[in-house]
Antibody, heavy 123, light 108 residues
Framework: EVQVLESGGDLVLPGGSLRLSCGAS????????MTWVRQAPGKGLEWVST????????YYADSVRGRFTISRDNSRGTVYLQMGSLRADDTALYYC????????????????WGEGTTVTVSS | DIVVTQSPVTLSLSPGERATLSCRTN??????LVWYQQKPGQAPRLLIY???KRATGVPVRFRGSGSGTDFTLTINSLEPEDFAVYYC??????????FGQGTKVEMK
């Protein structure tokens, strides 16, 4: 069974930094683009960032561009989200999702999700 | 940015009834529309992609339809495990994608 697992969530002061990690079992992550999606408490889903399978291309939501950096180490099978200049509105459950290459799909789809890791930004 | 609007916010139905959820975008997105199901305390689950294709393991009672700007998720004969929040997401500029605010299907 393919599983994705996030870690690194914590309580951090406004203006602080944090690095989230995403790994997987049952699959080689280096074959896939990977995406971070977040969900503020009691709110909906927000696409945050995506990295291509090789790491050559990265994409960011306007709300995090310039503050967050997505990267990956395929030798370790891990994707990272380096978060800086954190604000209270970054408080959320951060999910990592695989962009699966479904044979019948026109584009990759977020087909495997982790359970999320919680980031709380508060003084 | 593309705006995605889901309606209704909440749908109160009984098991066995049909649920009809709407998702609209303010720009034409062809069929780049995805539906997810999220239960309390769980991660989202991919249900429908390319507006109408069921993901692996999704029961046939879930049907997606629509193209352009208007999309629908229909759940025929609700089962107890179908009561959840459903999100649509446009992905016309993959990998970016705006989510709708969600529709909660609750048991009447």
């Amino acid at each position: 069974e393919v599983q994705v697992l996030e870690s690194g969530g914590d309580l951090v002061l406004p203006g602080g930094s944090l690095r989230l990690s995403c790994g997987a079992s049952g699959v080689t992550l280096s074959d896939y683009a990977m995406t971070w999606v977040r969900q503020a408490p009691g709110k909906g889903l927000e696409w945050v960032s995506t990295i291509s399978y090789s790491g050559a291309r990265t994409y960011y939501a306007d709300s995090v561009r310039g503050r967050f950096t997505i990267s990956r180490d395929n030798s370790r099978g891990t994707v990272y989200l380096q978060m800086g200049s954190l604000r209270a509105d970054d408080t959320a459950l951060y999910y990592c999702a695989r962009e699966g290459n479904i044979r019948t799909a026109s584009i990759p789809q977020m087909d495997v999700w982790g359970e999320g890791t919680t980031v709380t930004v508060s003084s | 940015d593309i705006v995605v609007t889901q309606s209704p916010v909440t749908l109160s139905l009984s098991p066995g009834e049909r649920a009809t959820l709407s998702c609209r975008t303010n720009e034409i997105i062809d069929n780049y529309l995805v539906w997810y199901q999220q239960k309390p305390g769980q991660a989202p689950r991919l249900l429908i992609y390319d507006a109408s294709k069921r993901a692996t393991g999704v029961p046939v009672r879930f049907r997606g339809s629509g193209s352009g700007t208007d999309f629908t998720l229909t759940i025929n004969s609700l089962e107890p495990e179908d009561f959840a929040v459903y999100y649509c997401q446009e992905r016309s500029h993959w990998p970016r994608g705006t989510f709708g605010q969600g529709t909660k299907v609750e048991m009447k």
